[in-house]
């Protein structure tokens, strides 16, 4: 499902909004005052507020959005009200109980043919919004007073990205001998099927299974991903990569699912430990890539059927999930257009 991000500028002058749209963002939410370049009006959605809370889209007379203020819970019904009487867009202003509220709507307005937006107080409740009960609202209206607040903003849209996931063919699979491996363990709980791309280079990743399966001798740990070896990249939320090496507890990751749905979650604890390695190569498009992972039966990978593979019993001839990025060198994590071969 898209999520749509609205800005609300405090003052739309023309450098925001033309950074806006060079970011590919065209949806503008203000007041009715606020005035907005005329010749940038074509390009943008534009949402005017007026002083009785009635919401106009510029241009667009047959759209009607609601405003409803929720304040307490009898508020509810006024949203549901709005609804069952055509609304097809409703702003939904919950100014101080915001996620419980807009829980009750989402799961009452499920099946409905409306959109949900919310007002963020701040960049960081963003995201928290767009995820309420995991399906979340359909847009947010955010605050920007700046051209970093636009790039803030721009980061999270591409969160709500599908990954391209590919199956390559296992071609190669040897001992790699003793080092040190990369437990990434964060602070949410892991679904089957997700767990995050790591790679012995910057193209081509390899989705490692979260360790939400346990065995005879081990407990489920459905926060834990067994990433790989400690010089291994790791895809981040923004895109750059980083070595497994240098995460720590605090920073972000992109946890990625078999279907390629993303999402992020913070990490509470990596733990770094000297285990036995196996080097794992793979080739899809004539594109070869490799990892390096702990040798153990917990440490998994996902099969082009969708069941998991022990890295212990993976051999020659399988076909995983991976994904393969642009090919381009990497500064600091950071995409660079330089020459670069990776072996």
């Not at 995991?134 to 591409?158: F, M, N, P, T």
């Not at 099927?193 to 012995?200: Q, R, S």
Request: glycine share 6%.
């Amino acid at each position: 499902m898209n999520k749509q991000i609205i800005i609300s500028p405090s003052y739309p002058d023309r450098r925001l909004i033309e950074h806006a749209l060079s970011l590919g963002i065209k949806d503008v939410y203000c007041k009715i005052s606020c005035s907005i370049p005329e010749d940038l009006q074509d390009y943008l959605n534009v949402y005017l507020e007026r002083e009785d809370e009635v919401v106009e889209v510029l241009g667009e007379r047959r759209l009607k959005p609601v405003k409803v203020k929720v304040e307490e819970a009898g508020d509810i019904e006024k949203v549901l009200k709005a609804a069952s009487t055509g609304a097809k867009i409703i702003f939904v202003d919950t100014p101080s109980w915001k996620i419980i509220p807009l829980e009750n709507l989402v799961a009452q307005l499920q099946d409905a043919d409306v959109k949900l937006y919310a007002y963020a107080s701040n960049l960081n409740e963003t995201e928290t919004l767009l995820g309420v009960l995991e399906r979340g609202v359909d847009g947010v209206v955010v605050k920007v007073d700046s051209v970093e607040d636009l790039d803030a903003v721009h980061e999270i849209i591409k969160l709500t990205n599908i990954i391209g996931l590919e199956y390559a063919e296992v071609t190669e699979v040897k001992n790699a001998g003793i080092g040190e491996r990369v437990c990434v363990d964060t602070v949410t709980i892991l679904n089957i099927g997700e767990g995050l791309l790591v790679g012995n280079t910057a193209q081509f990743f390899f989705l490692i299974h979260n360790e939400n399966i346990g065995s005879a001798f081990t407990s489920p740990r459905p926060f834990r991903v067994n990433a790989g070896a400690v010089h291994c990249y790791v895809m981040m939320p923004n895109g750059s990569t980083r070595y497994l090496s240098e995460l720590s507890s605090g920073m972000r990751v992109l946890i990625v699912s078999s279907s390629g749905k993303t999402r992020v979650a913070s990490i509470g604890r990596v733990k770094i430990e000297r285990r036995p390695l196996k080097l794992i190569k793979a080739r899809v498009k004539g594109i070869e890539g490799s990892v390096i992972l702990q040798d153990a039966e917990t440490i998994r990978l996902i099969r082009s059927d969708g069941s998991l593979i022990p890295v212990t019993e993976i051999k020659a001839g399988d076909e995983v999930i991976v994904h393969v990025s642009e090919l381009k060198a990497r500064h600091f994590g950071k995409t660079v257009d330089e020459f670069i071969i990776e072996r």
